[in-house]
C-alpha cells in the first residue's frame, strides 16, 4: 500500500466548473452573511478545498457559450463591474434553415420561445470560469489544480472523501521514480461537480443507486470551434442557429452529390449525404469584433454507427454559408464535449449521507434552450444553502443535506426545468414526431401527450450496422482540405491536448475480443466514428503471410489524443469502455472556450 497524505477538510468540491465554483463562493458569502446578521450565532467559516483535473482552472471548460445572466447575477450580483472576462450582450438572432445548398431564415412566429436570448450574454465560459477561480481564491477556499478525483472513500451509508489520482505510474503500471501516491482527502461533505458523464459521479450513482426510477440520462456530443475573422465579417452580440444540414435530410433532398466536396481543393466522394436523420443544430455566436465560436450539436441518441459527429462538422463548415462566411478566417482552437440532454426526469438523486452532486453530473442542463450555465450556478448555490445547513447542526446525513433537493422543488430552475421535462424525450421519437409533440409540450407547460415519457439510454438507440449499410461498406467520406475541415488528429493539435506517454491507459476497455469478435459484425466499431479525438483507431485486417489468410483487425487506442468528452463511455453499445482521469494536469487545455 503506497503511503498516502491524508487531508481532513470540511467541504471537498470535486470539478472546479462554474456549478464547484458557485457552490464554494456561495457557501463562503452565505455564511458570512450569517455571521454579520447573527453575531451571537457565528458559525466557523468552514475549510473548503475545490480539485481540478485540468492543468488549471478553466483549462478543460467548452461551451458555446450564450450565458443566461440569471445564476451569476445572484451568485456575484455586481460581477460586471467586478473585473469579470468581456462579454457581449446577444443584440441579434436568427435561426436559418439550412437546405444542402441555401441558408434560409425561419419566419420569427415559427422561432420557438426558448431559442430566443434577448438578455443574454456571449461569454468564453473558460476565461469566466478562470474569474470565479480567483473570486473562490480571494475568499479564501483552496482550489488544487492538476488533481484528479479518482476513488470515492465510502464508510457504511456514508461517502466520508475521495482518494486521488496517483503521480508518476509508468504504463505497465508501476511506480516511475517521480511517484507519489495521491492523497486521500477526507471531509464532512463531498460535493461531486465534475460536469457531464463526471467519472466518480458514475460510481456514485450505481453505488447508490441514486437514478432508480429515472429516466436513464441521455447525451448529445458538442464539436466547436473557435475562428478568427477580419473585423467587420461577424458582428459581436450576434447569435445564430442552424437546423437541417447537415444532420437532417431535407424531404426532397434524399441523396446527393454535395457540391461542396467537388471543388478544386476536395476529393469527390461521388453520392452520399448523411449517415442518418439525427437530433441536432449547430450555432454561431459573435465572440468579439475578430473572434467567432461555431459548433455542432450531435444527439447520441442517432441509429446509424457510422455518423462521426467530427466528420458531420465539417461537412457544416462546408456549407455554402459557412465556407463564405470562414474563406478569409482561421482556426485558432478545437474542442468537444459531451452535454447531459436528459432533463429533469434524467436527474439522479443529488444528495446523501455526506454527500451532493451539482450542475451537469447532477443534470441541471435545458437541452431545448442549450443552456447549462445558469442552472449549474444554481444547483451549486442550493446545495450551499443545504451545507450550511447542516455545519449548523453538525449534521451531514441524507436528512440535512436533503435540504438541497427541498431547495431545489421551490427554485426558478426547477420552474425551468420541469417545463421542459419532456423536450427531449419527444425528439428522440424522430424529428417529425418531435415537432409535433413540441407544439403539444408548448400549449401544455411540458405535460404533452405522456408525461412522463420514458426514454431508452443512447446505446441501446444503436442499431446494427447492416439496418444503414446493407452492402457492409459506410458512405465515402470526403478528405479534408487541411483549411477548412481537418482531419481528428490536427483538429486535437488545436485543442491543445497533453497527456503524459508514459501511464496507464485511461480508457479501460476490458474485453478486446469482444471488439473483434462482435462490434465488428455488429456495429462497425462505433468507437472509430464517434469519438471526436481519434483516440479509437480500427487497424485494419492484414495478410497473414504464411497462411495467407486475413486477421480480423484490431482495436488501437490512442489516449494521449483523449479531449475527455466521455462519449465513448456513454455511447459503446457493449458498455466496454470505461473512461477514468488519466493523471493529473493531462487532456486538453482549451483557448478562450
Ligand atoms: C458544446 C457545448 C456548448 C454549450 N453551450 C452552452 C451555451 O451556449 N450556454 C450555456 O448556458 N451552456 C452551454 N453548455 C453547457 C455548459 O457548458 C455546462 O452546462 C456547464 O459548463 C456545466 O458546468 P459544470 O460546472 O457542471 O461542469 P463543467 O463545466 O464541465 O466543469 C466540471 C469541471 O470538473 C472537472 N472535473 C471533472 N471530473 C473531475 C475529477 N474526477 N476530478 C477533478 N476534476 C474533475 C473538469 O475538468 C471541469 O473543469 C454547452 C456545453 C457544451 C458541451
Given amino acids: ?176 521514480s517521480t511517484f507519489q501516491a495521491g492523497a486521500e482527502i477526507r471531509a464532512k461533505v463531498t460535493v461531486f461537480a465534475e460536469g457531464v458523464r463526471g467519472s466518480m459521479t458514475k460510481q456514485l450513482v450505481r453505488y447508490f443507486n441514486l437514478d432508480n426510477d429515472r429516466n436513464p440520462q441521455t447525451y448529445a456530443l458538442g464539436v466547436k470551434e473557435i475562428w478568427e475573422l477580419p ?96 474563406e478569409k478566417g482561421k482556426l485558432v482552437s478545437y474542442g468537444a464535449k459531451a452535454i447531459a440532454e436528459g432533463g429533469y426526469y434524467s436527474m439522479p438523486r443529488f444528495y446523501g449521507d455526506g454527500f451532493c452532486i451539482v450542475g451537469e453530473s447532477a443534470g441541471f442542463l435545458n437541452a431545448a434552450r442549450l443552456k447549462g450555465v445558469h442552472l449549474v450556478i444554481k444547483s451549486g448555490m442550493l446545495a450551499a444553502q443545504a451545507i450550511m445547513g447542516a455545519i449548523e447542526k453538525q449534521d451531514f446525513s441524507s436528512k440535512t443535506l436533503g435540504r438541497y433537493e427541498d431547495y431545489f422543488q421551490t427554485s426558478w430552475a426547477r420552474e425551468e426545468l420541469y417545463q421542459y421535462r419532456n423536450w427531449r424525450a419527444g425528439y428522440a421519437e424522430g424529428l417529425a414526431k418531435g415537432a409535433v409533440l413540441d407544439l403539444a409540450q408548448r400549449a401544455t407547460k411540458g405535460k404533452g401527450f405522456t408525461d412522463p415519457m420514458k426514454v431508452k439510454s443512447d446505446p441501446e438507440m444503436l442499431e446494427r450496422f447492416s439496418v444503414h449499410h446493407p452492402d ?76 495467407g489468410t486475413p486477421d480480423k483487425g484490431h482495436l488501437q487506442i490512442n489516449p494521449g489524443n483523449c479531449v475527455h468528452c466521455k462519449t465513448c463511455d456513454i455511447k459503446d453499445p457493449y458498455g466496454n469502455i470505461t473512461w477514468t482521469v488519466p493523471e493529473g494536469g493531462g487532456g486538453p487545455r482549451y483557448n478562450k472556450m
Avoid at 465579417?233 to 446527393?256: D, N, R, S
Wanted: overall charge negative.
Fill in 472 to 547: 457492409h461498406q459506410g458512405l465515402a467520406r470526403f478528405m479534408p482540405d487541411g483549411k477548412l475541415t481537418l482531419d481528428k488528429v490536427t483538429d486535437v493539435f488545436h485543442s491543445g491536448t497533453n497527456h503524459a506517454e508514459d501511464q496507464p491507459c485511461h480508457l479501460k476497455v476490458p474485453d478486446l475480443d469482444l471488439c473483434v469478435q462482435r462490434c465488428t459484425e455488429e456495429f462497425g466499431n462505433p468507437c472509430q466514428h464517434f469519438c471526436p479525438a481519434a483516440v479509437y483507431e480500427w487497424i485494419q485486417p492484414t495478410k497473414v503471410a504464411d497462411i
Fill in 231 to 326: 473585423e467587420g465579417a461577424f458582428p459581436a452580440g450576434k447569435v445564430i442557429h442552424t437546423l437541417g444540414f447537415p444532420l437532417q435530410k431535407g424531404p426532397l433532398e434524399g441523396y446527393y452529390i454535395q457540391e461542396a466536396d467537388l471543388g478544386m481543393f476536395h476529393t469527390p466522394i461521388g453520392v452520399g449525404l448523411t449517415a442518418t436523420d439525427s437530433f441536432g443544430g449547430s450555432w454561431i455566436y459573435g465572440v468579439d469584433a475578430t473572434h467567432i465560436s461555431i459548433g455542432l450539436v450531435v444527439g447520441l441518441d442517432y441509429k446509424d454507427p457510422y455518423l462521426d459527429p467530427q466528420y458531420e462538422f465539417s461537412r457544416f463548415k462546408t456549407h455554402p454559408y459557412m465556407r463564405k462566411l470562414l
Fill in 1 to 176: 500500500m503506497p503511503d498516502r497524505e491524508v487531508l481532513d477538510v470540511d467541504v471537498l468540491i470535486v470539478g472546479a466548473g462554474p456549478a464547484g465554483l458557485a457552490c464554494a463562493i456561495n457557501l463562503h458569502d452565505i455564511i458570512k452573511q450569517h455571521n454579520n446578521t447573527n453575531p451571537d450565532k457565528a458559525l466557523k467559516q468552514p475549510t473548503i478545498y475545490v480539485i481540478e483535473k485540468g492543468v488549471s482552472v478553466g483549462a478543460h471548460i467548452l461551451s458555446g457559450a450564450v450565458m443566461d445572466p440569471q445564476g451569476l447575477d445572484e451568485l456575484i450580483p455586481d460581477w460586471k463591474h467586478s473585473g469579470s472576462p468581456p462579454c457581449h450582450k446577444v443584440d441579434s438572432e436568427e435561426i436559418l434553415l439550412l437546405t444542402h445548398k441555401r441558408a434560409v431564415p425561419l419566419p420569427a412566429p415559427l422561432i420557438p420561445p426558448y431559442l430566443h436570448n434577448k438578455g443574454n450574454y456571449i461569454i468564453s465560459l473558460g476565461e469566466m470560469t478562470v474569474w470565479l477561480g480567483e473570486q473562490a481564491k480571494k475568499r479564501g477556499i483552496e482550489i488544487l489544480e492538476g488533481v484528479p478525483g479518482a476513488e470515492l472513500i465510502v464508510e457504511g451509508t456514508k461517502v466520508a472523501g475521495i482518494r486521488c489520482a496517483d503521480l508518476g505510474v509508468g504504463k505497465d503500471g508501476k511506480p516511475r
